[in-house]
């Protein structure tokens, strides 16, 4: 990739990787009030695209957004500037700014922020207001916070007021990935209870930005933020969090392959509180951390009930850390919260793609994320390779020409397309995916090939230097998320040419 990037590997991985095993107020709408390689720098220009742009969701029925919520590099401020612009035109509200490695909002949450820093803070504020999106900023302090100091409780207010000056006035207080038990003084204070402890700790923040007359608007991440079943932390929250806060959910597990409204409803009864849904898709940043393999997730959002967003208080989809990437499959996600009733997730991907990929780009870009659609929301590929795998080796059997079969047509549509997506798709785009291009490339290349000294098995093919390719590509830091389906077929296609020569 070119760049190392490196990820925070406490409770929260572990939480991912029990998600990835297991698969994965009242409406409150008085709480909540408008406020008044990641390129870097300046935010190249976007392609030229055929979307029009759709009715905006209102935040009174539904906060429907972006979080930034992902390990690893934050967005540049002028790239997430562009966001907000394609957030407006689908008709999303609502953004998060919770980039965990941003250390005056977690690690270094209880020092200022310097005075410049906040500057460009407020700025990027006002441009999500210019753009009519709500703007909620989160704070993590359970990383260190003594809950019963009364110093550390000011400290945490003084933070909040230095994010009122610049025009933040909703606060996501979070304490997601952190230790789950007290320790000394506060163990003592809330009797081992640590749902107690952060209560007390953000009624008081409430009442102190009350006294101070400030309208802020709380929201809370709690510490076991996945899951069905009532636990006592969750009770804890419900008997003494402040009424209306709403509270977030991944859902079931941590990267959730299903979400349906029975169990945010249940969820929900069981925490007392207005409930947002913090989607884990398309998030990609675990697969950098337990895999190893970076990957992209550019399939559709799909298999969340039709009825779950009226029983929400919020939405919200975690994004890649590539940003111009992620628009496909939050354009699919803005397609469901704009009407979940009639949302089919095939048609709304089609539509990203003409939206992200331009007139000219749309159909190559299809290809290339029907290679990167398999995830935790769909372990087969949204396009067409694993039914013509099969049917290549149909044909195989049956003695017919492999080199018109479906199979070989789409590895030379590959290198075609990657052609194609260079010319066509915006230099933003094309920087964040052209690692995994190059994979896809060299894939479609190679299984030309291979199909072609199978159909000409007399031929003296350099079976050697293509299974030394793929074991290159093999070996690749990224991988494309139809990696297993081809390392599988040319596993098989090997075993059936003359030995390598």
């Not at 509180?273 to 559709?300: C, E, S």
Request: hydrophobic share 40%.
């Amino acid at each position: 990739m070119g760049k190392r990037l490196w990820f925070g590997m406490g409770i929260g991985v572990l939480c991912l990787v029990v998600g990835v095993a297991a698969m994965v107020r009242d409406s409150g709408h008085g709480r909540f009030q408008s406020g008044a390689p990641r390129p870097q720098g300046q935010a190249p220009a976007r392609p030229d695209t055929a979307a029009a742009s759709y009715p905006r969701i209102l935040p009174s029925r539904l906060l429907a957004g972006v979080v930034e919520g992902f390990y690893g590099p934050r967005w540049s401020y002028p790239v997430t500037q562009k966001i907000f612009q394609f957030m407006e035109k689908q008709g999303l509200n609502t953004f998060v700014y919770a980039p965990k490695n941003v250390p005056y909002l977690r690690a270094e949450w209880n020092v200022p922020y310097p005075a410049s820093h906040l500057r460009k803070l407020g700025n990027l504020v006002a441009a999500a207001h210019r753009d009519r999106i709500e703007f909620i900023c989160s704070v993590s302090p359970g990383l260190s916070i003594q809950y019963s100091s009364a110093a550390d409780r000011a400290l945490l207010v003084a933070k909040i007021n230095e994010l009122w000056s610049v025009g933040i006035h909703n606060v996501m207080l979070s304490f997601d990935d952190i230790p789950t038990s007290l320790n000394g003084a506060d163990a003592a204070a809330y009797h081992g209870s640590l749902g107690l402890a952060q209560c007390s700790l953000v009624n008081s923040v409430e009442a102190a930005e009350a006294a101070d007359g400030h309208q802020i608007h709380l929201f809370f991440t709690p510490t076991t933020y996945w899951g069905v079943q009532q636990t006592p932390y969750w009770r804890s929250l419900r008997d003494n969090l402040d009424a209306g806060i709403p509270v977030i959910w991944t859902g079931p597990f941590v990267l959730s392959a299903s979400i349906t409204a029975q169990e945010a409803e249940s969820v929900r009864r069981d925490l007392g509180h207005p409930l947002i849904v913090w989607d884990n898709y398309p998030v990609n940043d675990y697969t950098y951390v337990i895999a190893h393999h970076p990957q992209l997730f550019l399939g559709p959002v799909e298999r969340r009930g039709s009825r779950l967003p009226q029983t929400l208080r919020g939405y919200l989809f975690n994004p890649m850390l590539q940003p111009y990437a992620s628009e496909i499959a939050l354009a699919t996600g803005a397609a469901y919260l704009r009407n979940a009733s009639a949302y089919h997730a095939a048609h709304a991907w089609q539509k990203a793609l003409e939206t992200v990929g331009g007139k000219g780009g749309a159909a190559a870009l299809g290809s290339f994320a029907g290679a990167n659609s398999v995830s935790f929301l769909s372990p087969d590929a949204s396009d067409r390779l694993p039914a013509n795998v099969k049917s290549f080796w149909s044909s195989y059997g049956q003695g017919k020409n492999l080199e018109n079969t479906a199979l070989d047509r789409e590895f030379t549509a590959w290198a075609r397309n990657g052609t194609v997506m260079q010319h066509t798709l915006s230099p933003a785009l094309y920087q964040e995916i052209k690692p995994w291009v190059a994979l896809y490339r060299r894939e479609g290349a190679l299984g030309a090939q291979v199909a072609a000294a199978l159909q000409h098995p007399q031929t003296m093919a350099p079976v050697k230097e293509m299974e030394q390719e793929q074991q290159t590509i093999n070996n690749a830091a990224d991988q494309l998320g139809v990696h297993q389906i081809l390392a599988q077929w040319f596993s098989r296609a090997f075993s059936l040419l003359p030995a390598a020569r």
